[in-house]
Each structure stands twice: as structure tokens, then as C-alpha cells.
């Protein structure tokens, strides 16, 4: 069976790898970035192209990917002039590995939909080590019939290929993740802050607690940098902090509100706004050790 051609549009960390797994696995591939020097990695592998514009990539694809980092980036993309919805052709589908906003995603499908275009959300779980070796953990959402038709090339790219029903689900459930991880990694770092304090050993508080019905990986990941200094979860700052914006605004498109999410929210935006933003979360411990009543 032929392989469609992949237009894939963001080269950082987690794209370029997903990238070079399409690659090793007999794909062709035409790439979009603003790093030169992310293309040119693709280029020297061969069975690649580079587009400037995202118009003619979609064009010459059969599947458009994204991993991009906003989902204003996103819509830029889409929209524009220049962009994915006026070239894209029919029958093609566009699939957005990103972590975007549920009432966005849908609109574009929508748009999509009026083209004759699929689309499928699909953000993801685990590291660029994974992707490279197509070992992600996917939560994809779209019709079935759409999904259907992707899944052998979601299962190149993922070991786990998870259907979570209507578009936009798989957004749904990636923000609904962020903010339980963020917001335990959150509240572990200040309990350590306030252990420390408080003059309460963090080595000896994460014994205790770790006994106990609290221990977790994301107690572990606070627990070296809280305690040993080392940071070991690999998800800035300025990340959860977008996400959980993105939670809480998904929260007011639903009609409902999270306090606790603000919370979080805030602490982050509070972390970010201290130079903290590009340090893996569990160094807001930091952040709550600089404060002073």
C-alpha cells in the first residue's frame, strides 16, 4: 500500500524527532519551520522537501501534521493568507499533535470540513525520545471514519493509540491531564517550600509522604529538585503555564469555572513573571522559598 505524503509543519525537539521516525519508516515528508537548521537536519536524510509556505505544502501533502506550541499559532497557520486551509486538498487531512484549545480545534474542523478535509486532534504523551522511535502515547479524537483512515500512520508514530470520540476530546483530555500534573507538582513543590521553612528535613517529608497514598511519579520529579537539586521532569514552566490557561479558558467556554486552577495558574504566571519560565516545573520550589510575607 502507498505511504501518503506527510506535510509537516513545526521541527522542534518533539517534531524533528517524529519527523526522522516518518523517515526511517519510508515516508516522505515535506517540512515547514522557522529553523533553518531544523530543516536541513530533514533535508540530509533524504525523501524530503522544504516549503515556505504553508499553502503549497498542503498542496503537495496527503496528511498535514502540526506540532506547534500555541493554538494562536495554530490558527495563524490555518488562516492565513498563506495558509494550510487554502491550499489543503480534498480528502486530505490535517492532524494537530499540539495542546490547543477544545473550541478552536473544532471551528478549524469545521472550516476543514467544508473543503472536504478530516481532522484529527491528537495530542501526545511521553518524550522526543519517543517520538523518534515511535513510541508515543497518542490521544486522538475526530470522526471514526477520519480516524480510521490515519490510524496506520498514527500507529508509525505512537506505541499507544488512544480513540477518544468527537474532535476536540483529545485536547479535552490532554489540558484535563496538564492540570492534574501541574497542579500536583505545583502544591508538592510549596509543601516542600513550606517543609524547609518550616525547618521539617524534605528528604524526611518525602519518606513520610511517599509511604503513604500520596507517592507518585510527579511527587518523585519535585522531590529532586525540592531535595537533591535536580531537575528530571523536562516540562518548562512557561508550558504549564500556558496549558493551564488553556484549562481554564476551556473551563469558561463550558460554563463552568476552576478555582483551583487558577490557582495554579497564577503560581506559574507568578514563576514565569520571576525568570523561572524555561526551568522544568518542579523548580517553582524556588519560587515559593523566595517568598516573604
Known amino acids: 500500500m502507498t505511504k501518503p505524503v506527510i506535510g509537516f509543519i513545526g521541527l522542534g525537539l518533539m517534531g524533528g524527532n517524529m519527523v526522522e521516525n516518518l523517515q526511517k519508516r519510508g515516508y516522505q515528508?515535506?517540512?515547514?519551520?522557522?529553523?533553518?537548521?531544523?530543516?536541513?537536519?530533514?533535508?540530509?536524510?533524504?525523501?524530503?522537501?522544504q516549503f515556505t509556505s504553508a499553502k503549497e505544502l498542503a498542496a503537495a501533502s496527503d496528511v498535514v501534521e502540526f506540532c506547534l506550541t500555541t493554538s494562536a499559532v495554530v490558527e495563524k497557520i490555518v488562516n492565513g493568507e498563506d495558509g494550510v486551509l487554502a491550499g489543503i486538498k480534498p480528502g486530505s487531512t490535517l492532524i494537530d499533535f499540539g495542546t490547543s484549545i477544545p473550541a478552536s480545534t473544532?471551528?478549524?474542523?469545521?472550516?476543514?470540513?467544508?473543503?472536504?478535509?478530516?481532522?484529527?486532534?491528537?495530542?501526545?504523551?511521553?518524550?522526543?525520545?519517543?517520538?523518534?522511535?515511535?513510541?508515543?502515547?497518542?490521544?486522538?479524537?475526530?470522526?471514526?471514519?477520519?480516524?480510521?483512515?490515519?490510524?496506520?500512520?498514527l500507529e508509525e508514530q505512537g506505541e499507544n493509540v488512544f480513540h477518544l470520540g468527537k474532535l476536540g476530546a483529545g485536547h479535552t483530555t490532554k489540558l484535563i491531564n496538564n492540570f492534574i500534573g501541574m497542579t500536583t507538582v505545583t502544591a508538592m513543590s510549596q509543601a516542600f517550600a513550606v517543609a524547609k521553612a518550616a525547618g521539617v528535613d524534605g528528604q524526611q517529608l518525602f519518606d513520610i509522604m511517599s509511604a503513604g497514598p500520596s507517592n507518585s511519579p510527579?511527587?518523585?520529579?519535585?522531590?529532586?529538585?525540592?531535595?537533591?537539586?535536580?531537575?528530571?521532569?523536562?516540562?518548562?514552566?512557561?508550558?504549564?503555564?500556558?496549558d493551564l490557561g488553556y484549562f481554564v479558558a476551556m473551563c469558561n467556554d463550558?460554563?463552568?469555572?476552576?478555582?483551583?486552577?487558577?490557582?495554579?495558574?497564577?503560581?506559574?504566571?507568578?514563576?514565569?513573571?520571576?525568570?523561572?519560565?524555561?526551568?522544568?516545573?518542579p523548580k517553582i520550589f524556588d519560587y515559593f522559598t523566595s517568598l516573604e510575607k
Open 29 to 49: 515528508v515535506n517540512v515547514m519551520d522557522l529553523s533553518q537548521d531544523a530543516v536541513d537536519a530533514v533535508l540530509a536524510r533524504g525523501n524530503a522537501t
Open 106 to 153: 473544532i471551528q478549524i474542523g469545521a472550516q476543514l470540513a467544508e473543503k472536504g478535509c478530516g481532522m484529527i486532534d491528537a495530542p501526545l504523551g511521553r518524550t522526543p525520545a519517543h517520538a523518534k522511535d515511535g513510541l508515543l502515547n497518542i490521544m486522538a479524537a475526530g470522526d471514526l471514519e477520519t480516524f480510521e483512515k490515519v490510524k496506520p500512520l
Open 218 to 242: 510527579f511527587m518523585q520529579f519535585t522531590k529532586f529538585y525540592a531535595v537533591d537539586g535536580e531537575e528530571k521532569l523536562g516540562f518548562s514552566v512557561a508550558n504549564a503555564n500556558k
Open 254 to 281: 463550558l460554563n463552568t469555572k476552576s478555582l483551583i486552577a487558577e490557582g495554579t495558574s497564577a503560581n506559574l504566571q507568578a514563576a514565569v513573571d520571576a525568570g523561572l519560565g524555561q526551568n522544568d516545573v
